[in-house]
């Protein structure tokens, strides 16, 4: 059985010396616990109890960690949200939740009020905690019990609750510190958000469990972040802050010789930048592949070969298939991936029906992610399932086109979708940004294609973009590439 994470909290304060959080005041263990403690009080003051949600929406700060760590030990569901939704996108969660409590920024705690829920600012909840006891009794908790609800970036149609139980969470944090070799000697870099599930589980509770630290930053700054390389050991981070990073020059294997890990996730890393971050620093990311329903599912390799390309093996005690409509594929062949393991969601908020169609008989979850494994056990994610280009009743996986457009001189970043046609059903079409000053000429890169692509899977049309719609987290947003660009083969 997976330790809890508050039984893992207390082992750790229990010994001496063990520092938290880096700085000019570093926070020990036993800090936190007394921190966490008090704020458990305050929760409890406010009336909160076992099983009642807790919307929490604010800019990234180290009270966040606390926060969280906090409502583990009262047994409130903490609801992080990202603090860039206006209070209108914010109404879904606070009416679909219903939280006993919304703790947000002071200049929204009268227009989260409005819309029927008890707001108040982190401000002044910190201040009331200050004086609260450090001693708690914890309830005892179950492994099944509500930790959090993260919702889905409802990029098509309404956004869902993921309910993440205390045994998801333990059970991730255990494989991933083995896995990926943390000890207490450790030094991570925290420069994600803390309202995803990369920033607030994987990256927090790796460090809590090894008993080791972490360097945090509250905005990502490729100036802020070459500083603190050279003090850190661990990085995490999304392909968008590497590619900032390789833009810098001082971006040097001595800057990065004390990192004996970085990490990528939440999007695809091309292998283009991979393959740079190599030549510059002489190390390889190591890329995972996970999703808010899941934690953690698959990693490259510690030691072997980190695949560029590639989300590596299902992690230990996590089974992974590809299947199609007749079963399981063979290997090579692309299915839709899914997932069985202790580190598997609960189910949709309040939405049981949407729950029953996500699961297979067994317990394994469709992830909605189209993916092939190799001879070697690799898995390759080749898009989501609705992004399933069928061109002329051929299949094209967006992934292998991006793939060999982000390999072409002057493509800086580039995004591949399916867009109605009248001939062909629907057409393939490329979005591609070009690298800063340098000019693309679209049926050039079409051109350029011929060599590396079957002839079906050539975009019909390449559209160059100053940019690409991203989410939080850097993920491209192709739902909206879609929509904008939907009437591009129109007759009408």
């Known amino acids: 059985m997976s330790v809890d994470v508050i039984e893992t909290l207390k082992a750790k304060a229990a010994m001496p010396g063990r520092v938290w959080l880096q700085g000019v005041a570093p926070v020990s263990y ?18 909160l109890v076992k099983g009642d949600r807790l919307l929490l929406q604010v800019e990234k700060r180290e009270a966040v960690l606390s926060l969280y760590l906090a409502c583990l030990r009262a047994g409130v569901v903490f609801l992080p949200v990202n603090p860039g939704y206006t209070v209108p996108e914010t109404a879904h969660f606070l009416t679909d939740a219903e939280p006993a409590l919304a703790l947000v920024e002071s200049s929204r705690v009268a227009a989260i009020g409005e819309k029927g829920v008890r707001a108040m600012a982190l401000d002044d909840f910190l201040g009331m ?26 990029t098509t149609g309404r956004s869902k609750g993921v309910m993440l139980s205390r045994l998801n969470l333990a059970s991730n944090a255990g494989t991933l510190v083995e896995f990926w070799r943390f000890t ?25 469990y090894a008993g080791a630290s972490m360097i945090f930053q509250r905005a990502f700054s490729p100036d802020a972040v070459l500083d603190a390389l050279p003090a850190a050991s661990v990085m995490m981070g999304v392909p968008t802050f590497y590619t900032r990073l390789l833009a810098d020059p001082r971006l040097t294997p001595a800057v990065c ?24 620093t002489g190390q390889a990311i190591l890329e995972r592949y996970g999703m808010t329903e899941t934690n953690m599912i698959t990693s490259n390799p510690y030691d072997g070969d980190r695949r560029a390309g590639t989300v590596g093996m299902p992690l230990p005690g996590v089974e992974v298939r590809v299947t199609g409509p007749a079963g399981v594929v063979p290997v090579g062949e692309a299915g839709e991936i899914e997932v069985r393991g202790p580190n598997v969601f609960g189910g949709y908020w309040r939405m049981p029906e949407q729950t029953a169609k996500e699961f297979r008989e067994g317990g394994w979850f469709v992830t909605g992610d189209l993916g092939a ?16 280009v069928i061109t002329g009743g051929l299949n094209v996986y967006p992934a292998e086109v991006e793939a060999a457009l982000d390999d072409l001189a002057g493509v800086a970043a580039s995004a591949v979708i399916g867009v109605p046609h009248p001939d062909f059903g629907e057409a393939v079409v490329a ?4 690298v800063a000053d340098d000019m693309l000429d679209a049926e050039g890169v079409r051109v350029a294609l011929r060599e590396r692509l079957a002839a079906f899977k050539i975009p019909k049309r390449v559209l160059v973009l100053a940019d690409l719609p991203r989410n939080a987290m850097g993920k491209v947003q192709k739902a909206e590439l879609r929509k904008v660009h939907a009437k591009l083969f129109s007759t009408g």
């Open 431 to 434: 979005c591609v940004v070009p």
């Open 184 to 208: 207490e000697s450790d030094v991570l870099l925290h420069v994600l958000p803390v309202f995803h599930t990369h920033g607030l589980f994987v990256a927090t509770n790796c460090v809590l």
């Open 129 to 154: 905690a200050g004086s609260a006891p450090a001693e708690f009794a914890d309830p005892v908790p179950s492994p099944g019990d509500l930790a959090a609800i993260l919702y889905t970036s409802g």
């Open 30 to 47: 036993a800090d936190l616990l007394a921190e966490t403690g008090r704020m458990a009080n305050a929760l409890a003051g406010l009336g």
């Open 373 to 388: 494994f190799d001879a070697e056990g690799y898995l390759s994610i080749l898009g989501r399932a609705k992004d399933l």
């Open 257 to 280: 010789d004390h990192i004996r890990l970085f990490v990528s996730g939440s999007a695809p890393l091309s292998p283009a930048t991979h393959a740079e971050w190599r030549d510059r």
